[in-house]
C-alpha cells in the first residue's frame, strides 16, 4: 500500500479544484491511500482583499516572514507518506505567504523530511523564480522535488493583470464588464489537470520518481515562456528594494507603512503598465543574440534540478 497526503491553500477553491483532478485516478485506488489536508492560518487573510491589505501583505510575504499557521492533524502527522501533492499558489513572485509560514512548522520538518514531492501550481503566470525559492525551502527540509506541474491564465500579461485585480477585490471569478475573459485559470484547463493523474499514479505503484517530471512534460505539465522569466527574474531584483525600503522606513499596522505600501502600489501600477512593455520590446531585441540562452533557460525552469 502506497500513502498520498494532498497539502495545499487556497482562498478561492482554484487550486482545490485543480488538485482534486489532479488525484481524481487516486482516490479510489485499491493500493493507494490519500489524506488531505487544507493549510490554515491562525489569523486568516482576507478574501476577497482591500487594496490596504492586498499590497501590505507585500512585504512579508517577499521576505517570507512566517506567521502562525493552524496545526496538523496527528493522524497525518504520525504517517509516513510515499508522496506528498504540495499544492501552493505565487504571492508577489514568491510561495504565498500562507505556505511559507507552514513550511517554517516543526509539522512541515516532520511530513517532509526524506519524502517525495510534487508541487502544484496555480497563479496567474509568474512562478518561475517562486519555484526556485520552493526548489530551496525543499531541500532545507531534506524532501526530494520530483515532479512539478504549473497551470497559469494564458491571456496576455495585462488582460490577465485587469482580470485577477477584479477577482482578487471582489472575490467573483466572473468576466469583468462583460467583455473580458474569466480571470485565473481557465475552466477547461482545471478540468484536464486530470490527465496528470494516471502518470503519477504509475511513478507511485512503481515507485521510482525519477522520470517522472520527463512524463509530466510530455503531459504539458509546465510552459516556460522566455519574456515571462525575464519579467520575473527583473521584478524579483526590484521587489527586494522595494521590501527593503518599506521595512526599513516603517513599523508594522503604523500610518507610515500604509503610506509606503501606497507608493508601493503606484510604483507597481508604473511598473506593469509604463515598465514591462519598454521592457519587452527591449527582450524583442536580444532574443536571437540570447537565444542559446533562453534555451538553456527553457529547459532548466521546466525542471525539478536546483542549480
Ligand atoms: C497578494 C497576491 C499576490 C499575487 N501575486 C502573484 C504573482 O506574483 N504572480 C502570479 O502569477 N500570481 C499572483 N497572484 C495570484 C495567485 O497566485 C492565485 O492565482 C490567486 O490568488 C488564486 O489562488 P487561490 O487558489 O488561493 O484562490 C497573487 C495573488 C495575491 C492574493
Redesign the pocket.
Known amino acids: 500500500m502506497k500513502h498520498v497526503l494532498v497539502l495545499?491553500?487556497?482562498?478561492?477553491?482554484?487550486?482545490?479544484e485543480?488538485l482534486n483532478n489532479v488525484v481524481s485516478d487516486m482516490v479510489n485506488h485499491t493500493e493507494l491511500t490519500i489524506d488531505y489536508h487544507k493549510i490554515e492560518m491562525e489569523t486568516p487573510?482576507p478574501?476577497p482583499?482591500s487594496k490596504e491589505e492586498?499590497?501590505g501583505?507585500?512585504p512579508d510575504?517577499y521576505k517570507q516572514n512566517a506567521r502562525p499557521v493552524k496545526a496538523v492533524p496527528k493522524h497525518i502527522l504520525e504517517k509516513k507518506y510515499d508522496l506528498i501533492i504540495f499544492?501552493y499558489?505565487?504571492?508577489?513572485?514568491?510561495p504565498?505567504?500562507p505556505t511559507t509560514s507552514f513550511l517554517n512548522t516543526d509539522d512541515a520538518k516532520k511530513l517532509f523530511n526524506n519524502t517525495n514531492v510534487v508541487t502544484v501550481?496555480?497563479?496567474?503566470?509568474?512562478?518561475m523564480m517562486?519555484q526556485e525559492k520552493m526548489k530551496h525551502k525543499l531541500k532545507a527540509l531534506q524532501a526530494n522535488l520530483v515532479g512539478n506541474i504549473a497551470l497559469?491564465?494564458n491571456h496576455i500579461n495585462h488582460i490577465s493583470v485587469i482580470t485577477?485585480a477584479q477577482?482578487?477585490f471582489s472575490g467573483k471569478k466572473e468576466r469583468f464588464l462583460g467583455i473580458f475573459p474569466k480571470p485565473?485559470?481557465a475552466q477547461k484547463d482545471i478540468d484536464n489537470a486530470s490527465r496528470f493523474s494516471p502518470t503519477i499514479v504509475k511513478h507511485i505503484l512503481k515507485n521510482d520518481f525519477s522520470t517522472l517530471q520527463n512524463s509530466l512534460l510530455e503531459k504539458k505539465a509546465v510552459t516556460v515562456k522566455p519574456f515571462l522569466v525575464t519579467m520575473d527574474t527583473r521584478?524579483n531584483v526590484i521587489f527586494s528594494k522595494w521590501a527593503q525600503i518599506i521595512t526599513s522606513k516603517s513599523e508594522k499596522n503604523t500610518p507610515k507603512r500604509v503610506f509606503w505600501v501606497k507608493i508601493f502600489n503606484y510604483y507597481l501600477l508604473f511598473a506593469i503598465w509604463i515598465i514591462s512593455p519598454i521592457v519587452f520590446i527591449l527582450f524583442l531585441f536580444t532574443y536571437l543574440p540570447l537565444y542559446g540562452k533562453i534555451k538553456k533557460d527553457k529547459k532548466y525552469y521546466s525542471s525539478v534540478v536546483l542549480k
Not at 501550481?121 to 512562478?127: D, F, H, K, Q, V
Open positions: 495545499h491553500y487556497s482562498q478561492s477553491g482554484q487550486l482545490t485543480i487573510f478574501f482583499w492586498f499590497y501583505v507585500f510575504t499544492g499558489q505565487v504571492w508577489y513572485l514568491t504565498s505567504l501550481i496555480g497563479c496567474r503566470n509568474l512562478w517562486a497559469v491564465d485577477i477577482w482578487m485565473g485559470v521584478g
